[in-house]
């Protein structure tokens, strides 16, 4: 596998591969399956491993948050979806929930070469056929098809849900209304004047503005506001 060509790196700002794939749902064409929506792509090393089933259950609770904002869930894991089957009934029984969103099946690594999803830190982490196994990687989509975020957790770490419901929230935030969210932002607290918004124009956008350094412009950004900016 070390010597097989490898694809341009993925980047923020890339076009996500377009791949076809069975999933536990069916067979889809990932660009036709998102659509018109937002997208979370992520990966697991195997099925029947304890931090993946804790992550899956968890997303399973958050699905009704992710679809108001237009978010379509789809996991992918280097086992078949015969066996996701089994493993789904666990993920069921851990949410107390039904999981409702597809897990692809990636059984030879081709989608997760292509999104580079592979472990290059532990040459252990590989199946009986010397394959390496994918970690976590996370794949924010926008409906043109952009990839907006990307992170990659060690196999021994689970995601935050809750985060990945964050993001979602500043980039459709900043896509709408011209603004960025500072650190440790969450819904309903200011939000950053963009750099491209000069004075003048935020007096009209943002009357309440309040500058902290001529670089640093701080307004607030009503529920309402934020969820205007959802799909």
Known sequence: MADEPRAPPLRLGSRAPNFKAETTLGLIDFHEW????????????EDYTPVCTTELAALAKYEPEFTKRGVKLIGLSANTVETHGGWINDIDEIAGITMTFPII?????????AYDMLD????????SRG???T???VFIIDPKKTIRLILSYPASTGRNTAELLRVVDSLQASDKHRVTTP???NPGEDVIVHPSVKDEEAKTLFPEFRVVKPYLRYTTLSKEALVASRV
């Open 34 to 45: 998102i659509g018109d929506k937002w997208a979370i792509l992520f990966s697991h090393p």
């Open 105 to 113: 099946g990636d059984k030879d690594r081709k989608i997760a070469f």
């Open 120 to 127: 290059h830190q532990d040459t252990t982490n590989v199946d």
């Open 131 to 133: 394959i390496a196994f």
């Open 135 to 137: 970690i976590r990687s």
């Open 183 to 185: 650190v440790n932002w």
